[in-house]
């Protein structure tokens, strides 16, 4: 697929996401990596954008430049965000009770602390990005080791034999102190992202170094 032809894919589902404000978004493309620039008026947009572009067939990677640029004058102060986003982690019964802290400066929040699984550190950031007033996210939360290093890795290899959307052979797992290291080749952005989940849904993964090849 050609670059003009992917680009205008990529605006077609910006433009058919009712979500997404379109018309404020640049898409550039070359040799399948697609550039996003302009700007959306929240952080959950932002990502909505990433997600979406992700699904479109030939995307092989992303640089995402999006600015976001909250409507109107009004800024929401960054103790209200640290409240909100306080009251939201605790009303989720994914994230266990006082095990997450809040930043917040100039609208960029800072999640930190330790779970014990890789779904609590996700929520926790999902749980605050569509808060008013947030302009990013950076997500410090450690996860805790469960396992050991073999026993992480048999779990990932099963989870990757079960998956009908991953071709396991193509696919080879290390595991070093909780960081997963994946190789080989797929076939394209949903199968690498299949792989991707399996591996972080093992217990006690605390990075995935993706180094997979979509030829």
Not at 13 to 30: D, K, N, Q, R, T
Not at 97 to 126: C, F, L, P
Not at 134 to 161: C, F, Q, W, Y
């Amino acid at each position: 697929m050609n670059g003009i032809t992917l680009r205008q894919d990529i605006l077609d589902e910006l433009e058919f996401e009712p979500s997404i404000e379109a018309a404020h978004i640049g898409v550039a493309v070359e040799n399948g990596v697609a550039t996003l620039t302009g700007h959306v008026p929240t952080y959950a947009q932002k990502r909505k954008v990433e997600e979406v572009v992700r699904r479109v067939k030939g995307v092989r990677g992303i640089a995402e430049e999006i600015e976001v640029r909250p409507l109107g004058s009004h800024r929401t102060a960054d103790d209200e965000i640290a409240r909100r986003s306080l009251n939201v982690i605790g009303w989720n019964t994914m994230i266990p009770d006082d095990k997450v802290q809040v930043k917040v400066e100039n609208g960029w929040v800072t999640i930190s602390g330790t779970v014990e699984w890789q779904y609590q550190r996700n929520a926790a950031a999902e749980a605050v990005r569509d808060l008013d007033g947030v302009l990013g996210i950076t997500n410090m939360i450690e996860v805790a080791p469960h396992a050991t290093s073999a026993d992480v890795k048999k779990r990932i290899d099963e989870a990757l034999k079960r998956n009908a959307e991953v071709e396991a052979r193509a696919i080879t797992v290390s595991v070093v102190d909780g960081t997963v290291k994946l190789e080989g080749h797929v076939h394209d952005w949903a199968e690498r992202t299949a792989v991707e989940r399996a591996a972080w849904s093992a217990p006690g993964v605390k990075a995935v170094n993706d180094h997979l090849h979509i030829p």
